[in-house]
């Protein structure tokens, strides 16, 4: 449903490799109708912080930013970051990386991801 809003109007947009869309957040950001908030990631959104913004809609933007992700450990059982702000979702490679509102975000690597009874993370996909 989100890729059918209009780009400038969509609350988290995401940097593309494909050319016209660069192109289409470079002018959105230069005319400040999006600001960038992480790599990879902007938002139209001017009214909050960074890391609210994050925070609702991190699966958005793990699935997007990891296709085939997988929640893991107490993100898994519990669908929202630890008090502490982490989460944990399971990728092809280790790697902690931070975001605003989310202090760590660990991958663990595994051999076999997305069996039939995992939940994969999947772009647009909001479990808050």
Not at 35 to 56: G, L
Not at 122 to 127: A, E, Q, R
């Amino acid at each position: 449903m989100e890729n059918n809003i209009p780009i400038h109007l969509q609350e988290v947009l995401f940097a593309s490799s494909d050319t016209a869309i660069s192109r289409q957040l470079g002018k959105l950001e230069e005319t400040g109708q999006i600001k960038k908030i992480a790599p990879r990631i902007y938002t139209s959104n001017f009214n909050e912080p960074s890391d609210v913004i994050i925070r609702r809609n991190i699966f958005t933007i793990l699935g997007k930013l990891y296709p085939g992700a997988v929640l893991s450990h107490r993100s898994a059982l519990e669908f929202k970051p630890t008090t502490a702000n982490q989460i944990f979702v399971t990728y092809t490679y280790t790697k902690k990386i931070e975001l605003p509102g989310i202090i760590e975000t660990q991958k663990r690597e595994v051999k076999d991801l997305g069996k039939p009874n995992d939940l994969n993370i999947d772009y647009g996909m909001d479990f808050g």
